[in-house]
């Protein structure tokens, strides 16, 4: 139902008001896998899968809030301070660090419907939040600059929701321009857009797995990346993260580091400075240089940082003897989720239905292929 109209009747008829409506997108990140919480590089693009939320004032003080995926409506008598685990916490989230933030928040109802696709790492909770922000935003008259509107959110991910992500879902789903990748230093919070080519398509291969950042795996490897940095910063004080070491460094000091921590640090030092040289390739037109970078990518991703799956492996190897394939690689939070394949959009199609028959002949699941574009950043709707 990507339709504006029945979206906005729909909240009329729930709600008895006209609505204020905004879209906010999905992601796909090309390269530079959990590379953002140590202040390094990323370079996702937004993609054409949104999340819409409906607003409009109420005037008893409550905040209603329905999602038709999930068909069902919760209604709060005001601001939540904690999460309660459920779907709602996410725009509750939003709505929480807004009013710590010293907001003054109005009743209001909202209505949410998504297509993003869920638990497949392609960041459909960074979608609900900044639809949520924007809405609330424009209902309180209030605004922030992009980067700002970004950490507001992810600080709801991780301070009430409790999932410990970086920035790069929240930052790509606010500052994404159509038809561009962008290179973002996750320190600095400012980025470099890198035009993707109008032959190139983003083909991206639903394993069917089923990914989450709030579920264990994440934490873990965050965890065991982190204890690597600490080795590093007690023989160099400067270094407070891994965007401040060196590969060099952790061959300096892999002695005294746990095994598994040396490889998480080693996949991380080295998809954030391969992110950077995928960008360069893409602003050159290399697109043979893209393509090796996203190959190095997913087996750093799937043997060091030990975030991958048999499913995804055999994704990304399906791919690789098809026709216009440039590069594959798994991407997102890991664990499962979606393959990213940049692929000669003339071929595309065929390319979506070949890989999909080899992924339904070898696991007996039809995987669900989407030929996307790079798609603008979450907006209001007029
Ligand atoms: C998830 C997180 F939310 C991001 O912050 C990022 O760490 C990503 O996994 C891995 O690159 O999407």
């Known amino acids: 139902m990507h339709d504006v109209k029945v979206f906005r009747q729909m ?219 600490a080795v590093v910063a007690s023989h160099r004080p400067g270094v407070k993260f891994l965007r401040d070491c060196t590969l060099q460094d952790l061959e300096n000091w892999r002695a005294e580091m746990e095994p598994k921590s040396y490889l998480r640090a080693k996949h991380i030092v080295s998809d954030s400075l391969r992110a950077e040289a995928a960008c360069r390739a893409l602003l050159k037109g290399d697109m043979k240089a893209l393509g090796r970078l996203m190959a190095e990518a997913h087996w750093s991703y799937s043997k060091d940082f030990d975030a991958s799956c048999a499913e995804a492996d055999a994704m990304v190897e399906f791919a690789q003897d098809l026709p216009g394939l440039i590069g594959a690689r798994l991407t997102g939070g890991g664990f499962g989720g979606c393959t990213i394949n940049l692929v000669e959009l003339k071929d595309a199609p065929a390319f979506a239905e070949a890989l999909g028959a080899r992924y339904a002949q070898r696991f007996g699941i039809v995987p669900q292929i989407h030929v996307c574009h790079a798609s603008a950043g979450a907006h209001r709707i007029e």
């Not at 729930?14 to 905004?22: E, K, L, N």
């Not at 710590?100 to 209001?108: A, S, V």
Request: hydrophobic share 45%.
């Open 11 to 229: 909240h009329r008829q729930r709600f008895g008001a006209d609505p204020m409506i905004f879209a906010a997108p999905g992601r796909v990140n090309l390269i530079g896998e959990h590379t953002d919480y140590a202040e390094g590089f990323v370079m996702p693009a937004a993609i054409n899968f949104a999340t819409l939320a409906a607003i409009s004032p109420r005037s008893d003080g409550r905040i209603a809030i329905y999602s038709e995926n999930q068909g069902e409506e919760k209604l709060f008598e005001g601001v939540q301070r904690k999460g309660t685990k459920q779907w709602t916490d996410y725009p509750m989230g939003v709505v929480a660090i807004l009013a710590g933030e010293g907001h003054k928040i109005p009743g209001f109802s909202l209505t949410i419907w998504s297509d993003v696709p869920l638990a497949s790492g392609l960041s459909s909770s960074a979608a609900l939040e900044v639809a949520t922000a924007l809405a609330v935003l424009a209902l309180i008259g209030a605004s922030y600059p992009g980067p700002a509107l970004a950490k507001l959110c992810q600080r709801a991910e991780n301070e009430f929701v409790g999932a410990n992500c970086g920035i790069m879902d929240q930052f790509i789903c606010v500052n994404a321009q159509p038809n561009h990748a962008l290179l973002l230093d996750c320190r600095a919070l400012s980025y470099q857009l890198a035009p993707i080519p109008d032959h190139v398509a983003l083909v991206i291969a639903n394993t069917m797995v089923k990914h989450s950042v709030a579920g264990g795996d994440y934490p873990t490897r965050r965890r065991e990346s982190e204890a690597a940095c």
